[in-house]
Each structure stands twice: as C-alpha cells, then as structure tokens.
C-alpha cells in the first residue's frame, strides 16, 4: 500500500545543507519558483482506493465517526473527523487493503479559500548537465518511477509515487529540492476550481460596473465589462504603468500600496514629485485612480488592472501649451503604457493648439520606445456633441444660445480614445457628450448633466430633464480621511464620464499585460471591435433625439463602437502575442565573479557580460545563482543594453537560502522586451538587498541567448 504520509524518515544524506529546514520540510509548498507556507487542516483527510477497491464500509463502521463530505476531486474521498481523532482515523484508513494511500488536506496559510489536496505525482526539472541515469537514480532514491516528459520545458519531467516512498508528495519535493542537481520540484496539488477570478477585497461586491450578476432593478443585463474572465488571463503586471493625470492622487491610500506599485510620481501644480491633496476640491484623481488600478490586496475595492503600476501626474489645473506638454513629455521619459485624462477645457468650442496636438501626437507615436502611449480622453458630461452644432435656447441669462458649436479639441484629436458614458441598466448615462468621434462607452452613474461656466459657475443644461434617472453610482476610492467626496476613504457617488475613462484605461493595461507587443493603434482597434453592441432605443430625455442604435458600419453617436469588454479584449490581445522564430543557434556567456550584495542597500549590486554579437535573439534564459540568509530580502533585474529592466525575481522567495534558477520566456513573459533587438553591448544583473538583518552574495549568473 503506498501511503504519502508516512512518518518514516527519508535518507537524504547527501541533499542535506541546503534547501528547507528539517522543522519546515513538511509545510512548505513548492509552487512556481516560490516557497508558500502551508497548514494541515485538522479535521479531514482523503483516501485513494486500490484498484480493486469498491466501497469503505469498512471504514464506515469504524469505532471512529467518519463523515463523507462528497466533495472530493475524482478518485479521492474526503473524510471528516473529530480533529483529535484525526492522526487514528487516517492510521485504520491505511491498514484497509480497499485504500492505496491516505493524505491529509492542506491549505495556504492565510488564504483560507485555498484548500489543496495531494495527487500521486512530483514534477522535477533537472540542471541541464543531469543525464537519465542520475535522474532515475535520484527519482528511485526517493520512491518515484518516471511518468513523462514535460513538453516545452528542458529537462522536466512528471513521476509517481510509488510503495516505495516514505514520506508524501510534500515532504519528497523539498528533500530533492536540497539537490544541487533539481532546479524545480514540485508537488501536483489538486485545488478546486471556480468560474472566473474574484478578489477578495471586502468592498469588491459593491463594484457592479466590473462584474455582477443582477439581483436588483438599478442592474442591466450584463452592464458591466466582464472582468473577471479577463483576470483568469492576466490582472496586470508591473512593467504597465497607467498615468493618472489629474488633480492629486492620496498615494497615503491602502489600496495604492504596493511593490512597485506607485511609479514616477509628479506634481506639475507644486513643482515636485508628491501629487499629494492640498485644496478641498482635490478629489477627483483619487477617486478616478481606483477606479483604474486600485491594488488587491483583500481590504477596500479593487482596479480593472490591480496589477500595473500608477504613474500619478498632478497637472496644473489649466490647460496652457507648457503645461500639456510637461503632462505628455513626462509621461513618455518615465515609461507610461497608459495615459488616462478624465478633464477637458472648460470652454463650449475648444480647439487644441499645434503644441498640444503635437504633444499629444508624440506620445502616442513615440511612447513605449516607438509603440507609442495608449492616450484615453473623457467625452464630458453636458450632453452635447463632442464635435457638431446644436440650437440651443433657455440657459441661465441667455449665457449659450442660438446655433452653437461644439468642440472638445482633446476628445477629437485622432490619436485619442474619447469615451462617453453608459449607466449600470445598459443605456446612455444622461449627461454623457456623444457624436462622431465616440470610440467606445464603459458603465458609470447616471445623472443630469452640465458644465462648468467660469461666468456662472457650474450649471444644469436647459431643458430641466423632469424624468427621474435610474442608474447606481460609481463605487470607488476616496481621499483618506473626512476630506473628499465622502467621509469614509471610499465613495458610491462618483460618476461621469470621468469614471468611465479609467475603465477604459483599466482594460487597456490588462490587454498590454497579456500582449505587450501591440501598439498603441492595436491596443485601439482590439478595444473597439471585441465592444458589446449594446443598444438604447429610448429618446435622450432632454434633447429628444434617439443615436442609441448603430449604422451599417457598426457605429453609434452614443457609444461608439460599443461598451468595452474586458475579458473579449484581452483574450483577443493574448491571442495575439507574436510567436517568434525558432533559434538555430545559441550564445551563452557566463560571469562567475562572486560579488557581495550589501545589506539594506537599495542601489544593490551590478554585475554585467558583454555581448558583441549583433544578431537580434529570438529566445532569451537568465539562470541566476545566489547565495543569502533570507532571500525574500532579494530582488534580481535584467538590464539590457539599451537600458530596458526586467524583474525577473521579486520578494517571494521565503525562507530559502540558495537561488539557483532559470528565468524563461515561459516563466517571465516580459524578457521578451529584449528580443529581436540587437544584443550588442553590456547586460548586467541587478541584485538588491532590501532589508535589514540578512546577508548573501551572487554566485555567479549566465546569459544564454538564441540566435
């Protein structure tokens, strides 16, 4: 009978000295290069029936009460026990001939939704110099038979458990990850699946715009943008920074902290980089900035791409050519993927300037080393064309009348997104601007609408709409404290086509996760033809006219080309990646100098290989060995020639002391930023020591590049 659980030693004398500790060999989990502390539950356990097993009703009659809970994987059985009749329940389990092994019931440690059970198999993946002999010997050693191969991946392969082995499939992957020989060994765990991806944060189900599933009379049919089928692809990564220009961001608030998290901060209105709330009115950014990116972390909201980084620009509050330029130009130098502008010129025509169209022009074109900027602009709240005429009569002292034009110049400049408003029961949120020009909608509140007139201060637009507006707010991030839109540090009541446009530039950062190769034109043409057609055929109730519907070309003056949807957009963009040529050829040069990495220093250490080949690589592996005390101190970075840094390793690596890895295309999709480009000149590694207390040095690295 093969039991992973057995309490008999393993002989490991050869793999002792490095690795997990003998106190932590059973609760630690090795999953994806990470080391994740787990926990035993104490009142279940599973059994695995022989082949010729066919009922445990000798189990059933036991002296010890067993409950089946029926909610096992296939071919398990889970039990539920008293939790100090646990360890004697699993012992009678395994002297039955019907069971081939019995296991406990794992978790992670905080992370109680994550209940895991034991299979029967061990992945290992062996250093490129193990040839089969050592590898059966070392998988025979500790009871494993070989399975198969894993396809894609060097040297990896899938094994059993066999009656052989002593100790369970936990245990036996930290034992062989002593071996100086196994890169990776891993347990394959079985975890329950769910639909799509929800976060945990506590405030998540009242933001209805990014996923619900109705239950109320204010709730459309699938008015929201489908995000959490998009986040079982990518929820972000940190190499996609979202710029948030506007008027402050609270970076004081929970859910804008994180590694990594905040990027080239910039306050264009104090003349530094703390873009911090200063007037009683600065709290739009911070509203806007959760809406797009606030991080998930369990408490609070979560973003449309929790994952990027926010790149916080408090502009000036005007809109002079210096000061569009500073917004774009810094946004370029810094390395925004995404520009979000909830704001417009407080003007009825408003016709961008040369310097700003260029501006903006220029990021869109040179952003992102030639991909250029994914620039979103909101439509504005009036209810007025973006671009057209209008005949307009009864405003406060006669202030707009007759045959007006209106422009909003940043909305309708070409390399724009514009981005006008639906409502959470999928029809045109009443202030919304529409006409030609509208690239897409996405959900926000309903209300009234009006503009700020410097004459008059901010005003309704005549005809009074008399119907009551149905729709739910925005729920989002709020200025900490009693300052802001409401008293809490979260508001329900944003809203306007400002809320609509992070949305947007939420999704957009998700589709440059999963394919950052697409232009900024790409990343456009994704978002409008994977849009729902939603249609409102209703008359606007103030002016009358009905545009809720779309013409030969797919088009409507309301919503564009449509409302945007997260999951078809980014599963588009994935489908998408660039495959690239299969290397005929491979360079591979490696630094073997030992360096020590300085504790607590955040300029860390370098250390570089000089390429002189110019041919561009199309594969790329980093394998890194480090040596240190407590390596969840540590992060490792690529620097490529022309500057580019990837991270390959960040603070996750627990209690190991020794790193010894390889850094793939298929484990760190962002090395592709360094192929097909020349390889010629300095590449360096970057190792920083974080914290305090801890100490190591790199022990060598290598550089391996198909050509």
């Known amino acids: 009978m093969t039991s992973p659980e057995n309490s008999s030693s393993l002989n490991t004398r050869e793999y002792r000295g490095i690795g997990v500790s003998e106190e932590k060999i059973g609760t630690i989990l090795q999953r994806g290069g990470e080391e994740l502390n787990v926990e035993k539950l104490p009142n279940r356990f599973t059994v695995q029936l022989s082949r010729d097993g066919q009922a ?3 189990l059933s009659r036991s002296p010890i009460p067993m409950v089946y809970t029926g909610s096992a994987p296939p071919e398990l059985e889970e039990i539920q026990v008293a939790p100090d009749q646990l360890d004697r329940a699993m012992e009678l389990a395994r002297q039955s001939d019907r069971v081939a092994f019995a296991s406990h019931v794992y978790r992670v440690e905080n992370d109680p939704g994550m209940v895991f059970y034991l299979s029967d198999q061990v992945t290992i993946q062996f250093d490129e110099s193990v040839e089969e002999a050592k590898r059966n010997q070392i998988a025979s050693e500790v009871g494993l038979e070989y399975l198969k191969p894993i396809d894609g991946v060097d040297n990896a392969f899938v094994y059993q458990v066999t009656s052989k082995a002593s100790e369970n499939p936990i245990k036996i992957s930290n034992y062989l990850k002593r071996n100086p020989e196994v890169l990776v060994a891993e347990p394959n765990i079985i975890v329950r699946s769910q639909s799509y991806y929800r976060p945990s944060d506590h405030l998540y189900t009242k933001q209805w715009y990014l996923n619900h599933n109705g239950g109320s009379s204010q709730l459309g049919v699938n008015s929201h943008i489908g995000i959490e089928q998009a986040w079982d692809i990518t929820r972000g990564v ?4 979202i710029a948030i220009a506007d008027d402050s961001v609270d970076l004081n608030h929970p859910d804008f902290q994180g590694m990594g998290k905040i990027v080239a901060p910039l306050d264009l209105k104090g003349r530094d980089q703390l873009p911090m709330p200063e007037a009683a009115s600065d709290n739009h950014g911070t509203a806007c900035a959760g809406v797009a990116l606030a991080e998930e972390n369990g408490r609070g909201i979560v973003g449309v791409a929790p994952g990027c980084a926010l790149m916080a620009i408090r502009t000036t509050g005007y809109l002079d050519d210096e000061s569009v330029e500073q917004i774009f130009n810094w946004a370029i130098q810094k390395g925004a993927s995404v520009i979000s502008c909830s704001w417009g010129a407080s003007a009825v025509y408003f016709p961008l300037s040369l310097r700003q169209s260029a501006a903006i022009t220029k990021a869109a074109k040179q952003g992102r080393k030639g991909k250029g900027c994914v620039i979103i602009f909101a439509a504005g709240n009036a209810n007025r064309p973006i671009n057209g005429i209008l005949n307009e009569q009864g405003w406060p002292n006669n202030v707009i009348q007759g045959q007006v034009k209106w422009l909003a110049g940043f909305a309708v400049h070409p390399d724009v997104i514009a981005v006008s408003a639906c409502n959470s029961l999928n029809q045109k949120s ?7 020009g509208i690239s897409l909608c996405a959900p926000s509140n309903n209300a009234p609408p009006g503009m700020w007139l410097p004459e008059t201060g901010y005003i309704g637009t005549p005809p009074t709409i008399r119907s009551a507006l149905q729709g739910l707010g925005v729920f989002t991030t709020d200025r900490m404290g ?4 409401d008293q809490s540090d979260f508001t329900p009541y944003f809203g306007g086509t400002s809320s609509a446009t992070p949305v947007v530039a939420g999704v957009a950062g998700l589709i440059l ?13 994704i978002l409008e033809q994977t849009a729902d057609k939603i249609v409102d055929p209703d008359p606007d109730p103030q002016l009358g006219v009905r545009m809720g519907t779309y013409d030969r070309n797919g088009y409507s003056q309301w919503f564009g080309y449509g409302k945007v949807n997260a999951y078809k957009a980014v599963k588009m963009a994935y489908s998408q990646r660039v495959t690239f040529q299969k290397p005929t050829r491979r360079l591979v040069e490696t630094n073997s100098q030992t360096i020590e990495i300085p504790d607590d220093k955040p300029e860390g250490i370098k250390s570089a290989i000089v390429i002189s080949e110019t041919a561009p690589p199309q594969d790329i592996q980093v394998s890194v060995e480090i040596e240190h005390s407590f390596l969840s101190d540590i992060e490792v970075w ?3 020639p022309n500057g580019e840094k990837v991270l390959l390793q960040n603070r996750m690596l627990g209690c190991q002391t ?24 300095s590449w360096q590694l970057w190792v920083i020591d974080f914290a305090p207390g801890n100490t190591g040095k790199l022990k060598q690295w290598k550089l391996d590049l198909g050509l």
């Open 238 to 241: 940190r190499s996609v920074t």
């Open 513 to 525: 996760s999963a394919n950052p190769d697409l232009t900024a034109r790409e990343v456009r043409r």
């Open 658 to 681: 020794q790193l010894q890895k390889t850094y793939s295309l298929a484990t760190t999709p962002y090395l592709r930023e360094c192929l097909n480009l020349s390889p010629q000149g």
């Open 430 to 436: 009443a202030y919304s601007n529409w006409g030609t």
């Open 638 to 640: 690529l620097i490529a």
């Open 56 to 58: 445990l009703d000798d």
């Open 482 to 485: 009693a300052a802001g839109y």
